[in-house]
């Protein structure tokens, strides 16, 4: 069984002395226990802050974004080897919002995970129908094209550095999660075809679920064997929910 693993995407909330002030809060109340690990992902310019308050701890820090690219006249981008030294180990590449209001494409997210990789930073790849796709049946082969093509050209010891982040589009930021069943099938067709792709062992392969996770109904969510952990969005603002869930997701 993988570490259960929970990420807090702070998208595009708190200024530099607000996300100190945040992860101050976190690190009073939080206790740190093994089969959970835990990841904060603030916005860029706060990274290089928040990195020196974790300092040795155990949270990990990650990014909400990278360039495909190294280096170069891009404007406005910001390149793996930046976020390595800022800080960061892990990073978001494809969340829904990232795909559907910046035009993201698969080819897109396909050349970010292999940079991130060609960097040591560690990819949570998201990948996520939309309500209409669900409502026409259309969800398996809609997260099967997103991996296949953001995945395309690794191995399967390259899966074994990669999180998998099941996030309904039609979830983020409703308020309306996905049912512990429903989320379950999904992660279940992940680890198919994952191991039918890849070769990869389905028990090795460590795929959480975003999509409007709160205290409330991350503890039935956590009771599925196929959810290996959580990316949550607004309930990672408050340092008490987002212990919380760290909490619930802890192993009996």
């Given amino acids: 069984m993988v570490r259960r693993f929970i990420v807090g995407n702070w998208k595009m909330h708190k200024t530099i002395s607000q996300a100190e002030s945040l992860i101050q809060a976190i690190l ?29 701890t155990s949270i990990k820090l990650a990014a909400q974004n990278v360039c495909a690219k190294d280096e170069g006249a891009f404007t406005g981008e910001i390149s793996p080897p930046m976020l390595r030294e800022a800080g960061c180990q892990y990073v978001i590449i494809g969340h829904s919002e990232r795909r559907h ?82 989320a379950a099938e999904v992660h279940a067709h992940i680890r198919f075809l994952l191991g039918k792709q890849w070769g990869v062992n389905p028990d090795q392969t460590r795929i959480i679920y975003g999509g409007s996770v709160t205290p409330d109904n991350a503890q039935m969510l956590f009771q599925s064997p196929q959810i290996n952990g959580a990316l949550v969005g607004k309930a990672c603002l408050n340092s008490e929910s987002f212990v919380k869930i760290a909490q619930l997701a802890t192993s009996d």
């Avoid at 089969?35 to 928040?50: C, D, G, H, M, W």
């Fill in 101 to 182: 209001i910046f035009g993201e494409t698969d080819q897109d997210i396909h050349a970010k995970i292999h940079a991130a990789l060609r960097h040591s930073l560690l990819p949570i790849v998201c990948v996520g129908e939309r309500l209409e796709e669900r409502q026409a049946n259309q969800t398996q082969s809609v997260i099967q094209h997103q991996l296949l093509t953001g995945l395309d050209g690794l191995e399967s010891k390259d899966l074994a550095h990669i999180t998998i982040a099941y996030e309904p589009v039609w979830a983020i930021g409703t308020g309306q999660a996905a049912t512990v069943d429903q």
């Fill in 28 to 56: 009073k109340i939080y206790h740190p226990q093994t089969s959970v690990e835990l990841a904060v992902a603030p916005p860029f310019v706060a990274l290089q802050a928040v990195s020196g308050l974790l300092g040795s």
